[in-house]
């Protein structure tokens, strides 16, 4: 069982639109939960992390964590083109445990 | 504004060639980290340092080593290059402390083994 699982996509939103990405974790022991983006032929960037139960909101983009379910989402709203990317979520076990997972190609049509 | 640097953007070597693939950080991070990134198969862990002179293996070391001599500077070498090792390298770095704080990447080094 992989650590991180992502749906490869591709997710196609028209601009404006919410667009919703999704991620879920095998071991319950994983503590802190991070969402990268990642345009073509670049390094991941983050967009934030989040490591409590709930929601964590920062200008477009919502982190939400369920730790009971496992799984941690990502919503970008007012969607823009420029938002096109492959979207990595990222999982610590704690201390420099990272695990990535294989990324959610994201295409917003303007 | 943390800076991760490698030393080059792409690179093409000859198989059964010494490679060595530089990262260097400017924020005095303690932990930093060497993954190689390939369709499908995302992020894996190579190796990581967490001092300096000081490392861990992490998913798949083989066919690799590290160095890392002064804080700032992380090495990657490849023994004898091998086709199986084209693949975009990342160096990230992130200070020590608990799980809370990210990584930061550098630009990536493209790698072709011919």
């Known amino acids: 069982q992989k650590e991180v699982e992502q749906n490869s996509g591709p997710l196609s939103v028209p601009e404006g639109a919410i667009a919703s990405l999704n991620c879920t974790y095998s071991?319950?022991?994983?503590?802190?939960f991070f969402w990268y983006r990642q345009y073509s032929g670049k390094s991941p960037e983050l967009i934030m992390f989040?490591?409590?139960?709930g929601d964590k909101e920062d200008g477009r983009f919502t982190a939400q964590l369920n730790k009971a379910s496992q799984y941690v989402s990502l919503l970008i709203r007012d969607s823009q083109p420029s938002d096109s990317a492959t979207y990595l979520c990222?999982?610590?076990?704690?201390?420099?445990?990272?695990?990535f997972g294989t990324g959610t190609s994201l295409t917003v049509i303007p | 504004d943390v800076k991760v640097t490698q030393s080059s953007r792409y690179l093409v070597k000859r198989t059964g060639e010494k490679v060595f693939l530089e990262c260097v950080q400017d924020?005095?991070?303690?932990?930093m980290f060497w993954y190689r990134q390939d369709p499908g198969l995302g992020l894996r862990l190579i190796y990581f340092?967490?001092?300096?002179?000081?490392?861990e293996k992490g998913d798949i070391p083989e066919g690799y080593s590290v160095s890392r001599e002064k804080k700032e500077r992380f090495s990657l070498i490849l023994e004898s290059a091998s086709t199986n090792q084209t693949s975009m390298y990342l160096c990230?770095?992130?200070?020590?402390?608990?799980?809370?704080?990210?990584?930061?990447f550098g630009p990536g080094t493209r790698l072709t083994v011919t």
């Open positions: 990230a770095s992130r200070p020590a402390g608990g799980g809370g704080y990210e990584q930061y």
């Open positions: 989040i490591y409590s139960n």
């Open positions: 924020m005095d991070h303690e932990n």
């Open positions: 071991d319950r022991g994983s503590q802190s």
């Open positions: 340092s967490y001092d300096v002179k000081m490392k």
């Open positions: 990222a999982v610590n076990k704690g201390g420099n445990q990272f695990y």
